[in-house]
């Protein structure tokens, strides 16, 4: 079992993994699997086909009991396991918090001799996943308390993996995108416009001033950390840009934000993004965030066989 405390209600961490882009906010970058089709997100019936690299190996999930902020419950109708199954736990914590615990129950085929040659294996990269899935939960949803704002309807324009990234963010954050106009949405039908340009993210509010928020590179895996060149967290142009969407950015006739950093070898804490009482993000150093996109980030509790 991996278990991790929350800082939202069961309901709030819940409906988070309810959300479309949650799939895509969960998969590490340091083993990223590809998915090939979906069919509804976490309720009964719901179901989700993968390719496994490095050699697309599928796996065929199907959801199975749901109880809105309690629990829900994933298994494998064809994949590289005998079995497995996944129940995703919601539990009240203090403070109006939630302790979510990830039980798994899985068997190797061909075991026992299966076990003993990739047994643990399959143990550290499970560790190593969920340790990943945990702190993205646990940013994610510090970010939306810290925010603090109402749904937003919004207009992503651009190209590319960031564009994607970006828009699964603003899901999981609980914002609705909308299609591009002149396929259905109306010249005032959202709350702000926005567009990815080479290395900047304008976004125009309908209410307020547009605000060009200086991204330089994205950081989304480890490839990334290798160019030169100023780079940007996701989650911090993200949370930047809802703050200029929602009009609480912008202040004056301040216009351009810089959120880029520059290449350095240096490995001294970043200075942290301080907007409108923002928490710091997830990475205190360019070294940390090496590391934890790498995968060398340990599980709150090691895994045991059959309840990993």
């Known amino acids: ?72 419950v994933d298994s494998q109708e064809r994949g590289p396991f005998a079995s497995f199954v996944h129940h995703h736990r919601f539990a009240p914590s203090s403070e109006g918090g939630c302790w979510l615990s990830d039980e798994l129950d899985w ?17 550290d990269k499970l560790a190593r996943m969920f340790a990943w899935r945990h702190h993205v939960v646990v940013h994610d949803l510090a970010m939306a308390r810290a925010l603090a704002l109402a749904p937003l ?90 703050l200029a969407a929602a009009g609480r950015l912008a202040g004056g006739a301040r216009s351009v934000v810089r959120l880029d950093r520059p290449q350095q070898a240096s490995e001294a804490p970043l200075p942290a993004l301080e907007l409108d009482g923002l928490p710091p993000p997830r990475w205190t150093s360019r070294a940390d965030l090496a590391q934890r996109l790498r995968g060398r980030i340990r599980a709150v509790e090691a895994p045991q066989h059959g309840t990993a």
């Open 1 to 72: 079992m991996f278990r991790v405390e929350l800082p939202a209600s069961c309901v709030e961490a819940w409906d988070w993994h309810a959300r479309q882009g949650a799939f895509e906010r969960l998969v590490p970058p340091f083993d990223p699997v590809r998915l090939l089709s979906s069919s509804g997100t976490i309720l009964e019936g719901d179901s989700k086909v993968l390719a496994l690299p490095p050699f697309g190996l599928r796996w065929v999930a199907r959801h199975g009991r749901a109880e809105r902020g309690a629990l829900f």
């Open 107 to 123: 068997r190797l085929p061909l075991e026992p001799a299966s076990l003993w040659i990739a047994g643990r294996i399959v143990r």
């Open 153 to 242: 309807r919004l207009e992503l324009a651009g190209e590319g993996r960031a564009r994607g990234h970006l828009a699964a963010l603003f899901d999981t954050q609980g914002h609705q995108i909308a299609p591009p106009a002149g396929l259905g949405s109306g010249a005032d039908d959202v709350d702000a416009r926005m567009s990815l340009e080479g290395d900047a993210l304008l976004v125009e509010p309908r209410r307020g001033q547009a605000v060009r928020l200086a991204s330089g590179r994205i950081l989304l895996e480890p490839r990334d950390l290798d160019r030169p060149g100023p780079w940007t967290l996701l989650e911090e142009l993200a949370a930047a840009a809802l």
